[in-house]
Structures are given as structure tokens and as C-alpha cells.
T-cell receptor, first 112, second 114 residues
């Protein structure tokens, strides 16, 4: 029972590099979202998707892109990494009509 | 727009003592309220939720919370804590089912003192 799987668990990037954080869920959930967690700031919504082909911006979308080509996958792309993007990133999914969001284990990203 | 305030960033409590973690929210529409727990180096898991009905909700691990609409609060309580309750606790709000737009508080780190 995998749930929500995020890869990688840890990543170090140099300023200006690009990368994709992967998120996959095997629960057939329609809703998926990306959050970043920073000390003293809780979790802030970056982007979310209500279904395949549909995405929208959250509270802090600048510097990130997403796409949703399948129900299962919701990758987060950093176009040109900056030190301000050093954070822990969480992916979450929710089934329509339910109220429990299931979270992945997180990706700890450091940009130097 | 909605917001969540967790005034206590850290709460130290002796083992077997009671604890209350405070959460206040603001919203212009009806809300759904949640408490999530994050154990060290893990993701978040749902502790309990209030959608409607009884204002006292019970969750996992002996936690409960009470929704108070007049005070816009949703405080989390446990009558007797255990070492294993050491974690960070997040209060969250959404204004419709689906949770794709949860708004989180800044979190409260609960430390249990043996």
C-alpha cells in the first residue's frame, strides 16, 4: 500500500540549476497539491490540481511549474533554483468527497 | 481568504500531564477544520477533523478538539500525554470539501518531558 510517493528524499542543487520533484499516488485520488514547509511558517500551498489536465496556482507559485498528464502523477519543476527555494516539499492527494489529505514523506531540497 | 493562528510555537509538557494546543482561525465563509501531526522526519497525518455536527470531535491517539464558532477556535487537547506524542502539530482550515486548498497554521512543537 504505497499511498503518496515522493522522490528524491534529499537533493542539493546549485543556484540556477533546474530539477523535477516527483510525486505519485496509487489511490486514484482526483486532487493533488504541492506544499513547501519552512521553519516558523507552516506549510504553504505552491500549486494544486483538481484532475488530469487541470492545474492552478496556490499561495507561493513563483519559480515553480506543474503539470498533470495522468491522475497518478503530479511533478513539480524548479526552473532555475534559488537559495530561497531551500525547503522541505510535500505532495498531498485527496479523493473527491473525502476530507483527508494524504501526504508523502517529503523532499528536503537545499540550494547552494 | 482565511487564516489560521497557532500562538504557541513550542509547548513543553511533563509526561502524563494534560495538554492544550491552541488554534484560532478567521474566514468569511463556513470552514472545515483539521489537526495534522508530523512526527520527526515524516509527512503529515490526519489527527482529527470537524466538518459539521457535534462540536467535540475525537481523533486518534486519545486527542480531541472542540470547535467554538463564537470564539473562532479549534483547540486540541489530550488529558494525559506520552513520550510518543512528541511531534509537531498543525491546525488547518479549508472552505470546501476536497482539501486541495488547505491553509495551515505555523505549527506547535510539542515536547514531552519524562
Amino acid at each position: 500500500n504505497a499511498g503518496v510517493t515522493q522522490t528524491p528524499k534529499f537533493q542539493v542543487l546549485k543556484t540556477g540549476q533546474s530539477m523535477t520533484l516527483q510525486c505519485a499516488q496509487d489511490m486514484n485520488h482526483e486532487y493533488m497539491s504541492w506544499y513547501r514547509q519552512d521553519p516558523g511558517m507552516g506549510l504553504r500551498l505552491i500549486h494544486y490540481s483538481v484532475g488530469a489536465g487541470i492545474t492552478d496556482q496556490g499561495e507561493v507559485p513563483n519559480g515553480y511549474n506543474v503539470s498533470r498528464s495522468t491522475t497518478e502523477d503530479f511533478p513539480l519543476r524548479l526552473l532555475s533554483a534559488a537559495p530561497s527555494q531551500t525547503s522541505v516539499y510535500f505532495c498531498a492527494s485527496t479523493k473527491t468527497g473525502n476530507t483527508e489529505a494524504f501526504f508523502g514523506q517529503g523532499t528536503r531540497l537545499t540550494v547552494v | 481568504a482565511q487564516s489560521v493562528t497557532q500562538l504557541d510555537s513550542q509547548v513543553p509538557v511533563f509526561e502524563e500531564a494534560p495538554v492544550e494546543l491552541r488554534c484560532n482561525y478567521s474566514s468569511s465563509v463556513s470552514v472545515y477544520l483539521f489537526w495534522y501531526v508530523q512526527y520527526p522526519n515524516q509527512g503529515l497525518q490526519l489527527l482529527l477533523k470537524y466538518l459539521s455536527g457535534s462540536t467535540l470531535v475525537k481523533g486518534i491517539n486519545g486527542f480531541e478538539a472542540e470547535f467554538n464558532k463564537s470564539q473562532t477556535s479549534f483547540h486540541l487537547r489530550k488529558p494525559s500525554v506520552h513520550i510518543s506524542d512528541t511531534a509537531e502539530y498543525f491546525c488547518a482550515v479549508s472552505d470546501y470539501l476536497g482539501n486541495e486548498k488547505l491553509t495551515f497554521g505555523t505549527g506547535t512543537r510539542l515536547t514531552i518531558i519524562p
